[in-house]
Each structure stands twice: as structure tokens, then as C-alpha cells.
């Protein structure tokens, strides 16, 4: 049973790039497709990104394209998303995920694996 554990969240100031971290234990993730998500308060869960198992190929939703970045190093079992130049409405829990399609990650249903979430606060 594979665990996804997300870390680097936090409170940070309008502007100021931040780094979300997804790391999976328990076993492996070949051949899965990960993923970024996001809920903000009294809001639906937001897809963000997903990337392929060689890191190769990414699909963002569109409204996330141009200030976050997502990437994979297998090596390590960790996955990241890089957020560019944050806003106070980023404000939100980011969950990662992990699933063998990546229909189910850009759907955000049916996913097989899902962390806990990490709190990003952005402050104006």
C-alpha cells in the first residue's frame, strides 16, 4: 500500500515562491501518473497539474499554467510542485495524488492513491 505524504506548505507572503513537496512510501509508483490538486475554503477541489512516470510529459489546468511547475524525481520517490509568484486566492490545502490514469487524475475521481493535504497560506 503506497502512501503519499505532502510537506513545504505553510504561510508566506504574496510573491514569495514556495515549493510543495509529495513524497510516497509503503511502494512503488512505476508507471503511475501523479498529481496536484487544490481546495480553498467552501470551495470544489481544483486540479493543478499532473506528469507522467518519466517525468516527460504534463498537462496544468487552465488556469495554473505559466506560475506552477510540476516535476518528479523517481529516484526518490518525490514529487514537486513549484509555485511561482503566489497570490492570496492560492490560498488553499494542496493534495497530491497518484493513479495508473491520468483521465482519473484531470477528472479528480476514481484516483487510487491521495495524500493528506499541506496548508499554503498567502498572505497580501
Known amino acids: 500500500q503506497v502512501q503519499l505524504v505532502e510537506s513545504g506548505g505553510g504561510l508566506v507572503q504574496a510573491g514569495t515562491s514556495l515549493r510543495l513537496y509529495c513524497v510516497a512510501s509503503?511502494?512503488?509508483?512505476?508507471?503511475?501518473?501523479m498529481g496536484w490538486f487544490r481546495q480553498a475554503p467552501g470551495k470544489e477541489r481544483e486540479f493543478i497539474a499532473v506528469?507522467?512516470?518519466?517525468?516527460?510529459?504534463?498537462v496544468y489546468g487552465d488556469r495554473m499554467k505559466g506560475r506552477f511547475w510540476i516535476s518528479r524525481d523517481n529516484f526518490n520517490k518525490t514529487m514537486f510542485l513549484q509555485m511561482n509568484s503566489p497570490r492570496p486566492e492560492d490560498t488553499a490545502v494542496y493534495y497530491c495524488?497518484?493513479?495508473?490514469?491520468?483521465?482519473?487524475?484531470?477528472?479528480?475521481?476514481?484516483?487510487?492513491?491521495w495524500g493528506q493535504g499541506t496548508q499554503v497560506t498567502v498572505s497580501s
Open positions: 495524488a497518484a493513479d495508473r490514469s491520468i483521465g482519473n487524475i484531470i477528472r479528480g475521481s476514481g484516483i487510487e492513491y
Open positions: 509503503g511502494g512503488t509508483l512505476n508507471n503511475y501518473y
Open positions: 506528469i507522467n512516470w518519466s517525468g516527460s510529459s504534463t
